[in-house]
């Protein structure tokens, strides 16, 4: 039995310190048996802290444990930690991740760059989510060589049939890296936040591409890769040395891998309601995957876009979530708070999206500032739409030839719109400052008005030829403005010729207005 308390303990002083942690367990007295039967190598410097769970919430499954260890033994600590636990651990406890972290100067946190095993390494890349700590569903697979970039904090996938490369920075992958021992195998999970940038050879120099020139069926809607690497490669050392230098955190736990099946569509009709689902859908497979039978009778009950709203908001940054829960506990929130559908004045409340070279995301509607063309058309068939690149910073400068294929297939989305239920949206314009920020309009038709008659009734246009000039004239129209007076043509507006001269028009378009009028504008504004 491993003693615990520094009075009972004499060190050796090349013993080795280690914080050891136990996460997603269902109660504290389950780690009980699994300290008893400690090795005598093993020691217990600390006593156990408990404490609420730093990773996300999955069910029943809250409590975590952390404690300090010594222990003399070599590098098969590790092994000998984690088997000692998978031996004792109780059968309630199946979700758990084990983490051993060195609190000393260790050979993990020495730098060692110019070691790390150069080239690429040959490995099977998965491709899918994970729904559970423990699960992982798989919608695709590859061969593909693994290259370490260390300086970049990068970890380069080279896909070897299609030559296309996924590049895995650390920023979007969360902070936690799931290791499963399986054999003479080491499979490694990286949950990421956003699709990873694709690039490929294009006349000998790299360029990035959009995830439909990729080949990889879905690529945009997989939220979890794993890489499954020989025991022997020499890169499973240096990859568990950058992610530990990059602050992540390396658990150990038994996943099970299946393949992913079809999955199920609930029934929902009302578009409000679809409309909130394809929010919830858009965060990809981590949503899609949960969809069998009993979820999807659940959701069709259901049909509330507030409960899938509610969702959307709660799951958005989570690698996995547990389905039924989720949906239960934004149930009883949406029915026990009060919520405010006041929008301030000037503003309204418009659905939006965001489009990247491999993700069409749907958002929640948000307030915005009142426009011209918001307020003599009805806003429930509007959508704004942002473009941005995969990591959803503004997309800059970039190779072109590169630059070519993305334009392409952000072209083909503006031109063909896209749909939604039984709607169908088109391109409607942009101001000049949503054209600087790559936000644009678009509009779905109803009661004879389309995105063309829109544009018609902005003023006449049919003489302009230069598109720059074009763009800046229609996109006053959809520049925020405050409502101020209601007018009509017979009562207090007077057209004057403009000033001429040799044929010219000298004018800035800028009208007058009379002292009176001017006095109701302030009154009506509070000025």
């Known amino acids: 039995m491993a003693t615990a308390g520094k009075d009972k303990i004499s060190y050796d002083k090349n013993m080795n310190f280690y914080q050891l942690d136990i996460f997603y367990l269902e109660k504290e007295e389950s780690v009980h048996e699994f300290l008893n039967r400690l090795p005598s190598t093993i020691v217990i410097k600390d006593k156990i802290k408990t404490k609420k769970g730093k990773f996300p919430k999955y069910s029943k499954f809250t409590r975590d444990c952390s404690w300090t260890i010594a222990t003399s033994m070599d590098d098969a600590f590790l092994a000998t930690i984690y088997n000692h636990w998978l031996a004792f651990k109780p059968s309630t406890e199946q979700m758990s991740w084990l983490q051993i972290m060195p609190l000393e100067t260790h050979p993990l946190q020495t730098s060692k760059i110019d070691s790390l095993a150069t080239g690429e390494h040959t490995c099977k890349v998965l491709g899918g989510s994970m729904i559970s700590p423990i699960e992982f569903l798989n919608h695709w697979e590859a061969d593909a060589n693994v290259k370490v970039q260390e300086e970049l904090s990068l970890l380069v996938l080279t896909i070897s049939d299609i030559a296309i490369e996924i590049n895995l920075s650390h920023d979007l992958i969360h902070k936690h890296v799931i290791v499963y021992l399986e054999g003479n195998e080491t499979i490694l999970f990286l949950n990421i936040k956003c699709s990873p940038i694709l690039s490929k050879l294009f006349r000998k120099k790299k360029v990035r591409i959009p995830g439909s020139e990729s080949g990889i069926p879905h690529f945009g809607l997989m939220t979890c890769f794993c890489l499954c690497l020989e025991n022997k490669s ?27 099946l079809k999955n199920k569509n609930p029934e929902i009709h ?4 679809v409309y909130t689902w394809k929010c919830l859908c858009s965060l990809g497979f981590k949503v899609l995957d949960h969809l069998n039978s009993d979820v999807v009778e659940k959701i069709t009950k259901c049909r509330s876009f507030d409960v899938f709203e509610k969702m959307t908001e709660r799951v958005s940054e989570k690698p996995f979530f547990h389905f039924m829960e989720e949906m239960q506990e934004a149930v009883l929130l949406t029915q026990n708070c009060e919520f405010s559908n006041e929008i301030p004045k000037n503003y309204t409340s418009v659905r939006m999206a965001v489009l990247t070279p491999s993700r069409f995301i749907l958002l929640p509607n948000k307030p915005v500032h009142l426009t011209r063309i918001l307020r003599l058309y009805n806003n429930d068939y509007f959508i704004l739409l942002d473009y941005r690149d995969d990591d959803f910073d503004k ?55 389309t995105a063309e008659f829109i544009r018609q009734n902005c003023g006449d246009l049919s003489m302009e030829r230069c598109v720059a000039s074009y763009v800046s004239k229609i996109g006053l129209c959809f520049s925020p403005s405050l409502s101020t007076l209601t007018m009509e043509e017979h009562q207090e507006v007077r057209f004057e010729e403009d000033v001429r001269r040799n044929g010219l028009c000298f004018t800035d378009g800028i009208g007058k207005i009379s002292r009176r009028l001017a006095a109701k504008v302030i009154f009506v504004c509070f000025i």
């Open 234 to 260: 020499p890169l499973i050392c240096d990859l568990q040395w950058c992610l530990r230098r990059a602050h992540f955190c390396l658990v150990h736990t038994q996943m099970n891998i299946r393949v992913a």
């Open 270 to 273: 009302e578009f409000d309601s």
């Open 395 to 449: 997309v800059c400068g970039i190779h072109p030839y590169g630059s070519m294929k993305m334009v392409q297939d952000m072209k083909r989305f503006f031109i063909n719109g896209f749909e939604i239920h039984d709607r169908h949206y088109d391109f409607l314009g942009c101001s000049n400052s949503e054209l600087r920020n790559h936000s644009f309009w678009f509009f779905s038709s109803y009661d004879g008005i």
